[in-house]
Antibody, heavy 123, light 108 residues
Framework: QITLKESGPTLVKPTQTLTLTCTFSGFSLSTSGVGVGWIRQPPKKALEWLALVYWDDDKRYSPSLKSRLTITKDTSKNQVVLTMTNVDPVDTGTYFC???????????????WGQGTMVTVSS | SSELTQDPAVSVALGQTVRITCQGDSLRRYYASWYQQKPGQAPVLVIYYKNNRPSEIPDRFSGSNSGNTASLTITGAQAEDEADYYCNSRDSSAKYWVFGGGTKLTVL
C-alpha cells in the first residue's frame, strides 16, 4: 500500500520560511521513474503545481515561485522536504504531496496523493 | 505556453454524457492527466496518457486528445461524479508542470 503524508506548521508569520515534509511508504525514491511533487490549493481556488524531485535528483520548479522554493529528498528516510521562503498571506492554502510515476505503458502523472496539510500565513 | 484553460463550470443531467475540455499549446506535444477532487478531499487520478484509467476508476470515465485540446468524458454521469475536475500536463518546454483552472461539474 502506497501512502504519503504531509506535515509542517499550521500557522506561519509573513516573511518567515515555511518547511513542509512529505513522508511516504510503499515505494522508493531511488526507483527509476519515480518522483515526489508538491501542489498547493488556496481556499476555494484551483490546484497549483509547485515543485517535483525525480529519483535521479533532477528538480523542477514552478517558474513563478522558483526563487522561493527548494525541494530536497532523503531516500533513506523516505521523505521529501519543501521549503518556501518569505511567505505571504497569499501563500495560505492546503499543501499536497503526491507520488509521480512514469512507466512505459504511458503513466506519466501524479498517481497517489497525500491528504494535504493546511497552512495559514498570518501575523 | 504555460497555460491550460478549462471551462469554470459544466452541468449534466443524471445518466447523461458530459465532456470536460482542457486547452493549451503544450497538449500538442504532451498528454494530459485528469484529476477528480471532491470537497475536503485530495485529488484522485482518473485518466492519464491517451485514455488510460487506474484500476479503481469506473469505465464511464474516458479521455481523448485532438490538437491542443484534451477531453474528459463521463458517459452516464452519476450523482457521485459531482466534483471539481483538473487537467495537468507538462509545459511545452517540459521543464515543469501546470494545472488547468478546474471545472466544477454539477450533476442535475
Amino acid at each position: 500500500q502506497i501512502t504519503l503524508k504531509e506535515s509542517g506548521p499550521t500557522l506561519v508569520k509573513p516573511t518567515q520560511t515555511l518547511t513542509l515534509t512529505c513522508t511516504f511508504s510503499g515505494f522508493s525514491l531511488s526507483t527509476s521513474g519515480v518522483g515526489v511533487g508538491w501542489i498547493r490549493q488556496p481556499p476555494k481556488k484551483a490546484l497549483e503545481w509547485l515543485a517535483l524531485v525525480y529519483w535521479d535528483d533532477d528538480k523542477r520548479y514552478s517558474p513563478s515561485l522558483k526563487s522561493r522554493l527548494t525541494i530536497t529528498k532523503d531516500t533513506s528516510k523516505n521523505q521529501v522536504v519543501l521549503t518556501m521562503t518569505n511567505v505571504d498571506p497569499v501563500d495560505t492554502g492546503t499543501y499536497f504531496c503526491a507520488r509521480y510515476y512514469y512507466e512505459s505503458s504511458g503513466l506519466d502523472a501524479l498517481d497517489i496523493w497525500g491528504q494535504g496539510t493546511m497552512v495559514t500565513v498570518s501575523s | 505556453s504555460s497555460e491550460l484553460t478549462q471551462d469554470p463550470a459544466v452541468s449534466v443531467a443524471l445518466g447523461q454524457t458530459v465532456r470536460i475540455t482542457c486547452q493549451g499549446d503544450s497538449l500538442r506535444r504532451y498528454y494530459a492527466s485528469w484529476y477528480q477532487q471532491k470537497p475536503g478531499q485530495a485529488p484522485v487520478l482518473v485518466i492519464y496518457y491517451k485514455n488510460n484509467r487506474p484500476s479503481e476508476i469506473p469505465d464511464r470515465f474516458s479521455g481523448s486528445n485532438s490538437g491542443n485540446t484534451a477531453s474528459l468524458t463521463i458517459t452516464g454521469a452519476q450523482a457521485e461524479d459531482e466534483a471539481d475536475y483538473y487537467c495537468n500536463s507538462r509545459d511545452s518546454s517540459a521543464k515543469y508542470w501546470v494545472f488547468g483552472g478546474g471545472t466544477k461539474l454539477t450533476v442535475l
